[in-house]
């Protein structure tokens, strides 16, 4: 419907959204199978990274990292993290998009905890995100 309203086919408009992502630089949409959903600059997502009691460190992404902290707090986040309350934000990194969000969640992942400690205490941005402040 949305390529019609723009006298496009749907493989045309398809490639015109991705070249338009292309040069901004983060997702347009949210693809969900064959829907898709605009994205406001409100969802970006954020690479967080939690403090267990047991001082292990897990690494997530979420739109909202407060209330993802909440959740896990709460025992409906992670299995994870629900036998390792409480738990600590140690550090978080906006992103553009879920899809930068994810690979920059892998890349962190695949780092040593010394490297990860490093990364946390240097307080400087990670990949392409911005760190926010982390007020727990």
Sequence with gaps: ??????????????????????????????????AFYLL??????????????????????????YKRLAQHNAGRGAAY??????LKLLAAWQFMS???ALKAEAAFKGQSRAQKLAVIESGAPFREGTRIETAT
């Design 1 to 34: 419907r949305a390529a019609e309203s723009l006298s496009r086919t749907q493989p045309a408009a398809t490639r015109t959204l991705r070249e338009l992502e292309q040069i901004c630089g983060c997702d347009l949409v949210e693809r969900d199978g064959r």
């Design 81 to 86: 993290t629900s036998t390792r309350r409480p």
């Design 40 to 65: 406001r600059p409100q969802d970006r997502y954020c690479l967080y990274v939690l403090e267990c009691a047991d001082t292990s460190l897990y690494t997530g992404i979420a739109a909202d990292v």
């Design 98 to 100: 879920r899809g930068a």
